[in-house]
């Protein structure tokens, strides 16, 4: 058994020594109470409200839409949920990248009226201001490179990032360049295995991975992708552990017939 399984609260620190001590560190997305309640029980060590929200709650095709006031309420829902699990909260796009001033007043928004325990931003060098401002003040910041579904139409694709030597390069540089201005983590999003293992051993704040092999220092992975109540999304990173869609859609078709049937309810589930 984990010697951090029974913490009673995890906080960045205890992240920091879970990196130090060689353990790997867990986390899943959540954006309702309910959900993040079944994921906090379920033992994982951080819960991300994810900009996601905008796919998967929402049914956008970006990131992009989802508002700031939108990952306030999600943030709401999920920390009445959660009593263990460090809760950490994404800023969405617009609200950090074009000065550093909004940025922090974004990110006091959300620890102030959202609860978060921490936020997480996308970028490196060209954001040095934000996560400095952010820092300073005495927030949290994750920080996230890699694949940054924020600046997607710039990307142009949801490929692997940094395969060539360029890119790698930026991202090593700016790796150490978030552990220098205070970050706590990195989130490493799909890039190539072996990069980012040279990244987490360089570095004495911990990496998460998403897609981006098994030397990070911990793993994400969207909660509704991992349990199997997306069908139509099947990156080759994701293991599905449950298949909840063909779960969900059969009790409903059963209680349809049921209810057609005149067999629910019963006299047993009658006043």
Sequence with gaps: MSTYSEIKKVTTETLRKMKFEGEKITMLTSYDFTTAKMVDAGGVDAILVGDSASNVMAGHETTLPITLDQMIYHTQSVVRGVSRALVVADLPFGTYQSNAEKALESAVRMMKEGGAHAIKIEGGKEIEDSIQKIVNAGIPVMGHLGLTPQSIYQFGTYKVRAKEEQEAEKLISDAKLLEKLGCFAIVLEKIPAELAKKVSKSLTIPTIGIGAGA?????????????GMNQGFSPKFLRRYLNLYSEITGAVSQYVK???GKDFPNSNESY
Excluded: I, R, S, T
């Excluded at 220092?217 to 909660?223: E, I, K, M, S, T």
């Design 215 to 227: 030397d990070c220092d911990g793993q994400v992975l969207v909660y509704h992708d991992m349990v």
């Design 258 to 260: 049921d209810v057609k």
